[in-house]
């Protein structure tokens, strides 16, 4: 099975600020990379899939990048309603597996 | 609108079995590949297994966790998912997502707003 692993598991940051999530998969998954974005009692959403392709309707200050096995996503100016739980999940080879979750509070 | 909507969780006691249900509506259900995600309380989130569409075979996969316990089958002519869980073990307490499967890239959308089962006796 392929592992995913995602860094930091939390992390504290201010309105405004840009962050930067990492995503490690245990071996290559070209580009079957997505990323979650759940909110406490919600359902979970996506942001972007194919490592960098932005969803409809999802705001350009989210970005995705990396193929093979590194994988990043940024936002480049956090807003309120970006305080989150983010998740990378990986659609190359089941069983698709999903990292292990990066929360985003208010530092 | 595209929406998906799960029912059938409820409390089950260890190795009883629970059927759920996930009604698909506004969009091509007969050629979507469908999923189901799972998430256990204060946990993060746990892919169940998926089935493909008939016309890519209809074949299922399974994580390990449930594989050989639970099945998922889907009915087009009522555009709706199953997942049907035997041997429940309390380690399968969780919020049930069924979700869709975008084309070539395998991403997970949209989502339903998901059914909680707790196994415990």
């Known amino acids: 099975d392929i592992q995913m692993t995602q860094s930091p598991s939390s992390l504290s940051a201010s309105v405004g600020d840009r962050i930067t999530i990492t995503c490690r998969a245990s071996?290559?998954?070209?580009?079957?990379l997505s990323w979650y974005q759940q909110k406490p009692g919600k359902t979970p959403k996506v942001l972007i899939y194919a490592a960098s392709s932005l969803q409809s309707g999802v705001p350009s200050r989210f970005s995705g990048s990396g193929s093979g096995t590194d994988f990043t996503l940024t936002i480049s100016s956090l807003q309120p309603e970006d305080f989150a739980t983010y998740y990378c999940q990986q659609s190359y080879s089941t069983p698709w597996t999903f990292g292990q979750g990066t929360k985003v509070d208010i530092k | 609108e595209v929406q998906l909507v799960e029912s059938g969780g409820g409390l089950v006691k260890p190795g009883g079995s629970l059927r759920l249900s996930c009604a698909a509506s506004g969009f091509n259900f007969n050629s979507a590949w469908m999923n189901w995600v799972r998430q256990a309380p204060g946990k993060g989130l746990e892919w169940v297994g998926r089935?493909?569409?008939?016309?890519?075979?209809?074949?299922?996969d399974y994580a390990a966790p449930v594989r050989g316990r639970f099945t998922i089958s889907r009915d087009n002519s009522k555009n709706t998912l199953y997942l049907q869980m035997n041997s429940l073990k309390t380690e399968d307490t969780a919020v049930y997502y069924c979700t869709s499967v975008g084309e070539l890239w395998n991403w997970l959308d949209p989502w339903g707003q998901g059914t909680l089962v707790i196994v415990s006796s």
């Open positions: 089935i493909k569409s008939k016309t890519d075979g209809g074949t299922t």
């Open positions: 071996q290559s998954i070209s580009k079957y």
